[in-house]
């Protein structure tokens, strides 16, 4: 087994019908870029009737047909939100604890430690995160999965990874290792992914290889490490 063996993206997506929910950040392997992804899937009428919307740069999930909206509490929420130089990705609303959190001057890990993996027993859906924060024409960045202890939700275990880039390499965590009922839990530390350096080939990766009937929404965004320059991609399967 080789611990720095380096994944295509498409082969861990194409053969896994249900990742969930996922978050990849890394850097583009000329180096020039940060890059991040988040994407979207779900089962359910409820979970599908969804689109992602960009607001003043900051991205979140809204109803895609307002009327069918059952319970939207665990399904629209703010994904993506910036705060000085420091860039949040979540899959829930844990985006605006960090948010709040870093505007009191205090850090990612002490907000996630404030919260739990989701209430909606039996999967217990974890809650994934990740923040980068830029500095000399670099970042830096983070990653967490909050999860149940056991199958009870008797308690949450709380997981965090710090990395500094190395070009052309990204990490993936999901929050489901493949489908089921109840969905497994994601295991193990954030996958190694490669990331190249052209935004349009690896959005076309990512969703050209997630399940046609459970994808839902796309999100990618390269940052120009020396001027700033933002490059973003968005897909909707609702449209």
């Known amino acids: 087994m080789n611990i720095y063996e380096i994944n295509e993206l498409k082969n861990l997506l194409s053969t896994n019908t249900?990742?969930?929910r996922g978050i990849v950040i890394?850097?583009?392997e000329d180096g020039k870029n940060a890059a991040i992804a988040y994407f979207i899937m779900g089962r359910s009428e409820n979970s599908r009737n969804r689109v992602f919307k960009e607001v003043d740069g900051d991205i979140f999930t809204e109803p895609f047909d307002y009327s069918k909206v059952e319970d939207p509490s665990l399904i629209i929420y703010a994904a993506i939100r910036s705060y000085e130089n420091k860039l949040v990705v979540t899959n829930g609303d844990q985006t605006d604890t960090i948010y709040n959190f870093l505007k009191d001057g205090k850090c990612f890990k002490k907000a996630l430690?404030?919260?739990?993996?989701?209430?909606?027993?039996?999967?217990?859906t974890p809650r994934i995160s990740g923040i980068l924060k830029f500095d000399n024409n670099d970042f830096t960045y983070?990653?967490?999965?909050?999860?149940s202890a056991d199958?009870?939700?008797s308690a949450c275990n709380r997981y965090f990874y710090e990395y500094s880039p190395?070009?052309?390499?990204?990490?993936?965590?999901?929050?489901y290792v493949c489908d089921g009922n109840p969905i497994p839990t994601f295991?193990?530390?954030?996958?190694?992914?490669?990331?190249?350096n052209d935004i349009d080939a690896f959005t076309s990766e990512i969703w050209d290889n997630l399940n046609e009937n459970n994808k839902i929404s796309l999100y990618v965004r390269y940052v120009n490490l020396e001027n700033g320059e933002v490059q973003n991609r968005m897909t909707n399967k609702n449209k």
């Open 26 to 28: 890394g850097k583009t």
């Open 142 to 147: 983070q990653m967490s999965i909050l999860k």
């Open 187 to 196: 295991q193990g530390e954030p996958e190694r992914v490669k990331i190249s």
């Open 113 to 124: 430690k404030t919260r739990e993996f989701e209430p909606d027993a039996p999967n217990f």
């Open 18 to 20: 249900y990742p969930g």
């Open 151 to 153: 199958e009870k939700g």
């Open 166 to 175: 190395i070009n052309g390499l990204g990490h993936f965590i999901h929050t």
